[in-house]
């Protein structure tokens, strides 16, 4: 129902926009999130977006770079990652949770996609 795409091997430094598309239901009434989970380590928070696009809430090693947005007509959640570091490497995932406002809770995010593969060298 979820599925992200946009990732690749890039140089750090560079800008990706990671693209999260829905298909067989809505999510417009949904807050959407962002997780990464890079080899060997837990799936952790990136960012999230209220369903109205009008709060979010970013973790801290990745404020400032990045921009999470969606697009309710499109049934779409994007999320601009800039000024890339070898550390930002992992599998990006995108979620629907179950509250309308923005949630860092991993729990609290019911539908998942598939993730896609973000790659920065040094």
């Known amino acids: 129902q979820l599925q992200a795409s946009g990732g690749g091997l890039v140089q750090a430094g560079d800008s990706l926009r990671l693209s999260c598309a829905a298909s067989?239901?809505?999510?417009?009434?949904?807050?959407m999130g962002w997780f990464r989970q890079a080899p060997g380590k837990e799936r952790e928070f990136v960012a999230a977006?209220?369903?109205?696009?009008?709060?979010?809430n970013y973790a801290d090693s990745v404020k400032g770079r990045f921009s999470i947005s969606r697009d309710n007509a499109k049934n779409a959640v994007y999320l601009n990652v800039n000024s890339l570091k070898p550390e930002d490497t992992a599998v990006y995932y995108c979620?629907?949770?179950?509250?309308?406002?923005?949630?860092?809770?991993?729990?609290?995010?019911?539908?998942w996609g598939q993730g896609t593969l973000v790659t920065v060298s040094s």
């Open positions: 979620a629907a949770s179950i509250m309308a406002g923005t949630t860092t809770t991993r729990d609290r995010y019911r539908y």
């Open positions: 067989g239901r809505t999510f417009s009434n949904n807050g």
């Open positions: 977006l209220s369903w109205r696009g009008d709060n979010t």
